[in-house]
């Protein structure tokens, strides 16, 4: 079986070379475009990526059965051309929840005891007390979270045992059975804004959840909360929360993710004060290195006759005749 395996910063230090080349015949790619993917991909029947996969790269590449990236977002591979083409697309799940879910507490405790609005104080030679009657601890407060999922269901696990913080939730697809087991209590999206001190967002990127936070959402918030985004930038209406933030109207905000990626040195989001930004780190090198290796055995277990896991196009695993030959 030929593999293919995509990655830039990743392409010449592919600790798992060993293991993939005993069972398979292994290519690897750091492609400039689409063009070069495709003509690269021809052959193979698996392919390993970091890097966007279109439909015209699954068109060409007839022999190809499945995409395993090495992320929990997959928003970058063309779904519609995975399905017209029988090839499953699978991710690395729970791989980074925790890494994601320390970052998202980190930007919490930053804004709410401003931390970084101090350390700016300080490297310029002051000294004293920043926005101090803003100032507040999070021990107590309630916790809002937009999406339960691995990395929510771990914020609220960390909100409730380590701040006592009561935890609302939103989420459609989990039970309230679910909920209970993470100490959270399901409500709608407005009552979140509306009832949360701290409000942290945690869904994947969909046409359904694409700008799912908008302005309405903001306007509900105390003039106390503070918002957290480390999900994906389009999550967000990003210029609503901006104007949101230039009036002042929230307490600040953390974000590991933008609209346009890396953010434009002329986003107002450099220069607010009451907000704390951060190059999407929500994945530690450690974490990366974990959920690589978890891409990887994955892969393996395929190889070797196996069903693949995290499989995120279940329909097309069973209905296609790449993986059932009729």
């Given at each position: 079986m030929?593999?293919?395996?995509?990655?830039?910063?990743?392409?010449?230090?592919?600790?798992?070379?060993?293991?993939?080349?005993?069972?398979?015949?292994?290519?690897?790619?750091?492609?400039?475009?689409?063009?070069?993917?495709?003509?690269?991909?021809?052959?193979?029947?698996?392919?390993?990526?970091?890097?966007?996969v279109s439909a015209q790269v699954m068109r060409a590449a007839k022999k190809l059965k499945m995409i395993q990236v090495t992320s929990v977002g997959y928003e970058n591979i063309d779904m519609d051309g995975a399905a017209e083409n029988g090839i499953v697309v699978c991710n690395v799940a729970e791989a980074n929840a925790d890494s994601v879910a320390e970052l998202?507490?980190?930007?919490?405790?930053?804004?709410?005891?401003?931390?970084?609005?101090?350390?700016?104080?300080?490297?310029?030679?002051?000294?004293?007390?920043?926005?101090?009657?803003?100032?507040?601890?999070?021990?107590?407060?309630?916790?809002?979270?937009?999406?339960?999922?691995?990395?929510?269901?771990?914020?609220?696990?960390?909100?409730?045992?380590?701040?006592?913080?009561?935890?609302?939730?939103?989420?459609?697809?989990?039970?309230?059975?679910?909920?209970?087991?993470?100490?959270?209590?399901?409500?709608?999206?407005?009552?979140?804004?509306?009832?949360?001190?701290?409000?942290?967002?945690?869904?994947?990127?969909s046409e359904e959840t694409h700008h799912l936070v908008k302005k309405r959402h903001f306007d509900l918030m105390k003039p106390s909360a503070i918002f957290i985004s480390s999900a994906r930038g389009p999550v967000v209406d990003e210029e609503a929360l901006i104007a949101t933030l230039k009036a002042n109207k929230i307490a600040g905000a953390g974000l590991d993710v933008f609209e346009v990626e890396p953010l434009p040195k002329d986003s107002p989001l450099r220069s607010l004060e009451n907000v704390v930004v951060v190059p999407h780190i929500g994945s530690s090198w450690p974490t990366l290195q974990h959920m690589r290796k978890v891409a990887v055995e994955n892969v393996i277990r395929v190889i070797r006759g196996m069903e693949p896991l995290r499989v995120k196009n279940p329909e097309v695993y069973y209905s296609s005749p790449k993986w059932f030959p009729k």
């Open positions: 030929k593999v293919l395996f995509v990655a830039g910063r990743w392409a010449q230090e592919l600790e798992e070379k060993a293991a993939l080349e005993n069972v398979a015949e292994l290519d690897m790619i750091v492609p400039e475009n689409q063009e070069q993917l495709a003509e690269k991909a021809k052959d193979a029947e698996i392919v390993i990526t970091s890097y966007p998202a507490f980190g930007l919490i405790i930053d804004l709410a005891r401003r931390v970084s609005a101090h350390d700016r104080l300080m490297r310029a030679g002051g000294w004293g007390r920043v926005e101090f009657e803003r100032q507040t601890e999070i021990h107590g407060k309630t916790l809002g979270i937009i999406g339960l999922g691995a990395i929510g269901s771990r914020m609220a696990q960390i909100g409730h045992l380590a701040f006592h913080m009561p935890v609302i939730a939103c989420d459609p697809y989990i039970t309230e059975e679910r909920a209970d087991q993470f100490y959270a209590k399901l409500v709608d999206m407005d009552t979140v804004f509306r009832e949360a001190d701290v409000i942290t967002v945690h869904v994947p990127l």
